[in-house]
T-cell receptor, first 113, second 113 residues
Framework: EAQVTQNPRYLITVTGKKLTVTCSQN?????MSWYRQDPGLGLRQIYY???????DKGDVPEGYKVSRKEKRNFPLILESPSPNQTSLYFC????????????FGPGTRLTVL | GNSVTQMEGPVTLSEEAFLTINCTYT??????LFWYVQYPGEGLQLLLK?????DKGSNKGFEATYRKETTSFHLEKGSVQVSDSAVYFC????????????FGQGTRLTINP
């Protein structure tokens, strides 16, 4: 089954404790993105990647890192999480850009205390 | 910059009612327009899309027409069902060669039997 998977689905952590949220897709897509969803704000793009070793900032990249060492994986790294990073995070992938459909993972709900 | 404005929610309707969720956008160039739906506890799924002016996207009884003259992409359905209860997001991608969706804030729809 074609899908985007994320782990963990739920995470509660404390300020300053480094964490990684994994994302993997099995559709051989070139493009991958991370978004955060906050009430009243919709989804905002954090980072995206056009291919292996090629990444770029989205609209809200501060406090986040990403890497793309393999085509299928695109982990999101929070080196020193803060409470304002408490949010619902979605990974997405697409075969191309512009008019192409993005396929979303199930989401990771992160709480930073 | 690019932006999407959606009808404020929540919206509550009775089964078989007519649905309209308004969406207007601001963008440079010729964006592609999307409606995504988020069912409870799930990630976003593409509902429909339109990639050029006057195109009509349709799926599962939902329709939306790309109106360049009014910069709008309103979502409509003639007869809603309880199973349509979800959060609906309007989005655009204005940058060819980049995977950069800009979302509206989302509209929560509840359908009562």
């Amino acid at each position: 089954e074609a899908q985007v998977t994320q782990n963990p689905r739920y995470l509660i952590t404390v300020t300053g404790k480094k964490l990684t949220v994994t994302c993997s897709q099995n559709m051989n897509h070139e493009y991958m993105s991370w978004y955060r969803q906050d009430p009243g704000l919709g989804l905002r793009q954090i980072y995206y990647s056009m291919n292996v070793e090629v990444t770029d900032k989205g609209d809200v990249p501060e406090g986040y890192k990403v890497s793309r060492k393999e085509k299928r994986n695109f982990p999101l790294i929070l080196e020193s999480p803060s409470p304002n990073q408490t949010s619902l995070y979605f990974c997405a992938s697409s075969i191309g850009t512009g008019r192409d459909t993005q396929y979303f993972g199930p989401g990771t709900r992160l709480t930073v205390l | 910059g690019n932006s999407v404005t959606q009808m404020e929610g929540p919206v509550t309707l009775s089964e078989e009612a007519f649905l309209t969720i308004n969406c207007t956008y601001t963008a440079t160039g010729y964006p592609s327009l999307f409606w995504y739906v988020q069912y409870p506890g799930e990630g976003l799924q593409l509902l429909l899309k339109a990639t050029k002016a006057d195109d009509k996207g349709s799926n599962k009884g939902f329709e939306a027409t790309y109106r360049k003259e009014t910069t709008s992409f309103h979502l409509e359905k003639g007869s809603v069902q309880v199973s349509d209860s979800a959060v609906y997001f309007c989005a655009l991608n204005a940058i060819q060669g980049a995977q950069k969706l800009v979302f509206g804030q989302g509209t929560r729809l509840t359908i009562n039997p």
